[in-house]
Nanobody, 118 residues
Framework: QVQLLESGGGLVQPGGSLRLSCVAS????????MGWYRQAPGQQRELVAS???????DYADSVKDRFIVSRDNAKNTVYLQMSSLKPEDTAVYYC????????????WGQGTQVSVSS
């Protein structure tokens, strides 16, 4: 079982920056993949960025060169550094994790709101 707790959301002006954090706890030895999804009102949840335990990353095209995902495996924590934020980045951001590469079970955090507005 894995519990995920996000923090760091808030209101920021266009062009600003925010850093999200997600700490995983529970009974596991290692998390294969940790990452971030987001869901805007009326839209489907979409991948923002993820990182495998070996450091391999994946980004949505819309956030490449603006967002950076990182992990501290010793702390079971994943971060999302968001820069040059745009109004279209406004969404609820969810932390996501899977235990193994073959696991179909996704664990989710409760979500944190990110609002980009002047």
């Amino acid at each position: 079982q894995v519990q995920l707790l996000e923090s760091g959301g808030g209101l920021v002006q266009p062009g600003g920056s925010l850093r999200l954090s997600c700490v995983a706890s529970g009974t596991f030895l290692r998390l294969y993949i940790m990452g971030w999804y987001r869901q805007a009102p009326g839209q489907q949840r979409e991948l923002v960025a993820s990182m495998v335990s070996d450091g391999t990353t994946d980004y949505a095209d819309s956030v490449k060169d603006r967002f950076i995902v990182s992990r501290d495996n010793a702390k079971n924590t994943v971060y999302l550094q968001m820069s040059s934020l745009k109004p279209e980045d406004t969404a609820v951001y969810y932390c996501n994790a899977r235990l193994t590469s073959s696991s179909s079970r996704n664990y989710w955090g409760q979500g944190t709101q990110v609002s980009v507005s002047s």
